[in-house]
Structures are given as C-alpha cells and as structure tokens.
C-alpha cells in the first residue's frame, strides 16, 4: 500500500488534530466538501465543530487565526492556492509575523499554500510565493518535496510556536507516492542530501528537487556524479549544508520554480559567493522560471519553468567552465 504527497498531508492533520485539542482547521470549503483539492477529505466527519468553513476572504481568515492562536489555540489556515494568499497578506507579514517581537505573545498559526505550477492553471493559481514570505522575520517558510517530509514538516509546523508558512507542491500531490509515512524525521531547518556527488552541487526545493534528481541520473551517464541538495526549509535556511556541498564539488547550480528576481536562489548564491567564494572553482549559476505571469497553454508552461532538460544543459555549461 502507497500514500500519496496529498495524503500524507492529510493524514498530518489529523494526526495534530487527534494529538492536540486546540488544533482546528479554516479555510474555503475544507469542511464537509474537504477542500479544494481534497486535504481535508473526511476530516470534518472525524472531528465535527473543528475543521470550519471560511468566508471567502483570505484577509478574514488569518485574521481570526491571529486572534485565536494569541488566544492559546493552533490553527491551520487552508488558502485555496498560494496566489490568493496576497489577499491576507498584512495579516500574515505585520500581524502573525510580528506578533511576539511587539508584544512577547506566541503566534502559533500554520498556513497551508497549495504552490506552484500545473498544466493549464495559468497565471493566477501556479504561483511561488515562499520567496516573498521568506523576506519577513518573524515567519518560517517551508517547502517539502518528498512524501515524507510533506508529513513530519506539517506536523512539526503545527507544533511550533512560530507562524508557519507550509508550501506544499500541487503537481507533487498525486505524482509523488511513499511506501509508508515516516517513523523519525530531520527537523525543519535541517536541509537532506538527496544524492552524493563529486562535480558539482545542484541546490533545490520542492517540485524542484525531482528535477534535479532526474539531472544527476542524466549526467551520471555521461560521466559526471552530481550532488543534489534538498532545502526542505527556506527560511530558515541551511547554509551550512549548502557550504559543505559546495566545499566538496567547488560548483554550485541553485534551482526554483519561482522568479528569478531576488527569492531563494538569489539568496542561497549570495550566501555562497559572500561566505564561500574561497570554495569555488566557477561562478555559481541559478536557474529559474522565466521572468514572465505563468502561461496558461500546458506547451508554454513546460517552457517557462525549469526542466530536468534545461537543467541539464545549465548544468553542462557549468560542469565545462
């Protein structure tokens, strides 16, 4: 028996819900319809006057958790897609990020982001957003690839005392699958060596990391061993994982779905040119979505996002310099 990305996801909230009385669930239609995309499938039969249905409005809804985890509750916020979460957005950033640097009262509150792209979602539901949030002190951004950590990092999530930005992958949700959920886990914070390599480092998150995975595979039939390296956690982020990757190959390519323009690829690569220069033997390369609103035409977005292909070629380019 399988589990798919989407059910580990599931089944960590209930897991939180079952584990811990003040958990409770908000968001449009999680309750008996179990949400847009079916994380909350069953739950509000399992556990009835906790899992509410929300207003439609973003702004409403983390401003209730706000109130309510100051309170001494933990909730899970739902937003249908990463995009609408810009609607709550000074809710999110001066509110639950602020909160205890202003007043010294926790804020513990997750949000669930359902992130980026699928064939034909188009411009206004395939958005990366975990850049954005990862600007803001105060909030934790997370970003799991594998089945596994899309369990243990939404129940870890729940747990902390920290706001909670949990960017889940949509086109991971039925194309991922695990034998079993996971017994132990590295924390949040923690970044994973996905695969060990000799020549070069590929730093990645998320959706990204399969590519990259599928990378390596290809580059290993050429000769070349390529390391892959799993963030998990954007903010915080492991430097230190990266820097020692990066001191056994001596060449970086980071990788993300989101924009080019700043985000976490920018921020991984000044890191290292600013604290590692010394271990480089080429100029690090980042590899994003283009600088483009998603497009909708399934053609047009397989284009507009990083591939294993064009890693691929990123990565060659960089292995001959």
Sequence with gaps: MSITY???????QAKALADDSRVFIYGQDVGPFGGAFKATKNLAKEFPERVWDSPISEDAMVGMAVGAAIDGMRPIIEMQFADFSTVGFNQIVNQAGAFYWRTGVRCPITIRL????TPGSGPFHSQCMEGVYAYYPGLVVVTP??????????????????????????????????????????PIGKAR???????MTIVSYGAM??????????????GWEIEVVDLRSVKPLDTDAVMASVARTGKLLCAGEAWPWGGVTAEVITRVATEGFALLDAPPVRLNAKDTP???HPKLWSVHRPTSETMAAAARNLLRS
Excluded: N
């Design 6 to 12: 989407l059910e580990a996801i599931r089944e960590a």
């Design 114 to 117: 359902p992130s980026g792209g």
């Design 145 to 186: 690839a594998t089945v596994e950590d899309a369990y243990s990092m939404l129940v870890e999530s729940v747990a902390l005392d920290d706001p909670v930005i949990f960017c889940e992958h949509k086109y991971l949700y039925y194309h991922l699958k695990a034998d079993a959920l996971p017994s132990e886990a590295l």
């Design 193 to 199: 060596l996905t695969r060990a390599g000799r020549d």
């Design 209 to 222: 990391v399969h590519e990259a995975i599928a990378t390596a595979e290809t580059l290993q039939g050429e």
């Design 294 to 296: 998603v497009p909708y």
